[in-house]
């Protein structure tokens, strides 16, 4: 039986109430002359970059329109060619060579460049608060494809490359739904999912694709956001310990014994206590001379909920993600970690890559070399939720 969601019911469910951003949104929508594009049945549009002033793509013989064909601010603009498409705003509209419009659509046979990766078309500029972004639309599996390729090694066997492809399938179809009726639906990045672009025929990636094509995870009869991470260090975390958000899914933390040969499974790093107070000065924290660290407040899996850090000013307390954020995701690799100052620097001893909810990447890669299926990494990972497929567009 193929289930149908509702946008209106996974809104509901799975997003905050934020008044606040409601409001931002309305204003912004009375402020474009015209509605957000909307996606072709089957697509995802996905933001390359967002809020940038100005904007160079290269590529051949791309044909720029101003989108919808009416959308000229000033005139009846006419498509036109070229091999570079230079964009900057100019005061409420999108500017190329002296033409305006809130919107413009590039269309090419050859894939269109941007920041040295290829992207195929079409790709818009849209209006994007006070800048604009550079939007993709494509099919959501030939996007998945690109998200394999920027999140997991080629190398990883068949089925830990499936079950990656279920979780971000899985992932994009939530945020895709969330994001119904606006200019994009999920960003590149690691705010969402890291998108490659344009992935050659020959990559493992499309296997996997294929082989796990329209498949995602559901929790309680929906899509839901299937966060996941490089490693968990041993026990992967309750999302609802990690993300500030009300309604997260009730995922229960497991113990993970199949990553222990990951090259992150135990990290160690020393960070000067003159740094670490210029890090949160950076972010309004002034302590001072910072004098001590500690984590006062752990979650079951023992990652922390509460870091305090005493300086000659005071003490402030952080949520652990806050306090990692601070430091750099990539530096402070996880928060699950101890930590001793001595000698003029803070000493964190610790385990895992990521935020630890969810797919771990290298515990998947271990239960498909002992011979797990995809099916059965996703279900050790998501307990409680159910292998499905998406409803046709």
């Not at 064909?69 to 060619?81: D, F, N, Q, S, V």
């Not at 290829?118 to 800048?131: A, T």
């Not at 672009?197 to 299937?226: C, I, K, N």
């Not at 652990?320 to 690799?333: C, P």
């Amino acid at each position: 039986m193929i289930l149908r969601v509702r946008a209106n019911d996974i809104r509901r469910r799975w997003r905050r109430p934020v008044a606040c951003a409601a409001l931002l949104i309305v204003v912004w929508a009375l402020r474009a002359a015209l509605p957000a594009p909307a996606a072709v049945p089957g697509t995802i549009r996905v933001a390359l970059i967002e809020r940038v002033r100005a904007v160079e793509l290269r590529g051949t013989d791309i044909e720029v329109a101003s989108w919808p064909p009416a959308a000229c601010t000033a005139c009846e603009l006419e498509p036109w060619r070229t091999d570079t498409v230079r964009a900057a705003m100019n005061g409420d509209a999108i500017d190329i060579d002296g033409k305006q419009a809130a919107t413009f659509r590039l269309v090419s046979e050859a894939p269109i460049r941007l920041n040295g990766r290829e992207y195929q078309s079409p790709i818009e500029l849209v209006r994007n608060g006070d800048g604009m972004a550079v939007v993709n639309e494509l099919a959501l599996e030939e996007y998945v494809v690109g998200v394999l390729r920027a999140e997991t090694p080629e190398r990883f066997p068949a089925e830990a490359l499936r079950a990656q492809a279920i979780a971000a399938r899985t992932f994009a179809a939530y945020h895709r739904l969330l994001g119904e009726g606006k200019p994009f639906h999920i960003l590149a990045s690691t705010a969402h999912q890291q998108f490659f672009g344009r992935v050659p025929p020959g990559s493992p990636m499309w296997d996997a694709v294929s082989a796990t094509a329209g498949q995602v995870l559901r929790w309680e009869g929906e899509v839901f956001p299937a966060f996941y991470h490089a490693e968990s260090g041993g026990y992967t975390e309750d999302p609802r310990n990690v993300f500030a958000s009300a309604n997260m899914p009730a995922l229960k933390a497991v113990r993970c014994e199949f990553s222990a040969n990951s090259p992150h499974f135990y990290w160690n790093l020393d960070l000067k206590l003159s740094d670490l107070a210029e890090m949160l000065r950076r972010h309004g924290l002034g302590v001072g001379t910072v004098r001590g660290v500690e984590v006062t407040e752990r979650t079951p899996s023992l990652r922390a909920i509460t870091v305090s850090v005493r300086g000659s000013h005071g003490i402030v307390r952080l949520r652990g993600n806050d306090f990692r954020r601070m430091v750099g995701y990539d530096t402070l690799k996880s928060t699950l970690f101890a930590v001793a100052v001595d000698r003029g620097a803070a000493h964190f001893s610790g385990r895992g890559y990521g935020h630890g909810v969810g797919m771990c990447q290298w515990g998947a890669k271990g239960m498909a070399e002992q011979g797990y299926t995809a099916a059965q990494i996703v279900g050790f990972y998501y307990p409680g939720a159910v292998l499905g497929t998406l409803a046709a567009p």
